[in-house]
């Protein structure tokens, strides 16, 4: 697979309600050269993680042509459906198996690493 190829998850900050407002964290982690980005939403809200998903692609060095994800309505919205197919050359955006964790394996290890363990 070639460089630039993204996998993306979420991670809620609610210890062990999801009730109210409570901080996101969403990863995306290159699958060729395991670079990653890490940004913060304020909430799940869609429009919040596409702007999100916007300055992780901003901050890449390479460009994306996929994206894959799990299947949390977070990720997997029409804002984001828009922000990759309404382009000159569209972003392949694909999805994985429903509950299966090791589909997205880049990214849910660097869950580990680079959100739970330093935030929680």
């Known amino acids: 697979m070639a460089p630039g190829f993204i996998e993306a998850d979420s991670v809620a900050h609610c210890g062990e309600s999801m009730a109210g407002e409570f901080c996101w964290s969403i990863s995306a982690t290159d699958v060729h050269t395991q670079w990653t980005k890490t940004r913060a939403v304020p909430n799940g809200g869609q429009a919040a ?22 299947n949390g309505g977070e990720l997997l919205n029409w804002h984001l459906v828009d922000y990759f197919g309404k382009r000159r050359v569209p972003i392949r955006f694909t999805l994985s198996r429903a509950y299966p964790k090791n589909d997205n394996a880049r990214v849910e290890q660097k869950n580990w690493t680079h959100v739970r363990q330093l935030v929680g």
């Not at 993680?49 to 799990?70: C, M, N, S, W």
């Open 49 to 70: 993680v596409a702007e999100r998903i916007a300055q992780i692609e901003a901050a890449l060095p390479l460009p994306i042509p996929g994206f894959d994800t799990d």
